[in-house]
């Protein structure tokens, strides 16, 4: 008896668990893509469509490769350095250089100055884009050229004296101790 009983609930399970909706195929009506890898600028990537009822895998897909989204870039060359023309992706920061821009070099304007009562001969050179001076000396001053001593006031502490640089117009003064 105990045989029959435990066939009989055995019996029932399998019946009560295989019901026809279990035997009936999937129509696989509905369904969704999911992305397995993202694909990049350098590399392609995968999907798969999947049924959202049974989870069956139905369709894998290749995702095409992005192309690079490129913005141009300019750094001016300098009297010293070089500039460069370039490009860079802004999703995956892919560069390339499409130029080199050489150097300009000093473009240099020259004011020259002779030699005076207290400074030697002088040529500066001054750049028109940078403004980098480059200064020059030849020779020595050529110093003052003086005139004669003139008188300029008399008094009880003294004689006072000056000289005219004939060159300039620099006055030089003294005082004499004369007691009058």
Same mark, same amino acid.
């Given at each position: 008896m105990k045989k029959i009983l435990i066939l009989t609930l055995c019996f029932l399970m399998c019946f009560i668990t295989l019901t026809p909706t279990a035997f009936a195929k999937c129509s696989h009506k509905n369904t969704k893509w999911e992305t397995l890898q993202e694909a990049t600028c350098t590399k392609a990537g995968k999907r798969v469509k999947l049924c959202t009822k049974c989870g069956k895998s139905l369709k894998t897909e290749r995702i095409k490769k992005k192309n690079h989204t490129l913005k $141009? !870039?300019? /750094?001016?060359?300098t009297c010293t350095s070089n500039g460069?023309?370039?490009e860079r992706c802004s999703r995956c920061k892919y560069t390339r250089v499409l130029n080199k821009i050489p150097a300009k070099g000093h473009a240099f304007g020259v004011t020259h100055y002779g030699a005076s009562c207290t400074a030697p001969e002088m040529t500066i /050179?001054? =750049? #028109?884009? =940078?403004? /980098? /001076? #480059?200064t020059t000396t030849k020779g020595k001053p050529i110093g003052h050229k003086w005139g004669k001593w003139q008188l300029v006031s008399v008094n009880a502490s003294g004689v $006072?004296? !000056? $000289?005219t640089c004939v060159r300039c117009g620099l006055k030089q003064y003294k005082n004499s101790r004369y007691k009058f």
């Open positions: $141009r !870039y300019i /750094k001016k060359a460069l023309n370039w /050179k001054t =750049c #028109e884009r =940078c403004g /980098k /001076k #480059e $006072r004296n !000056y $000289r």
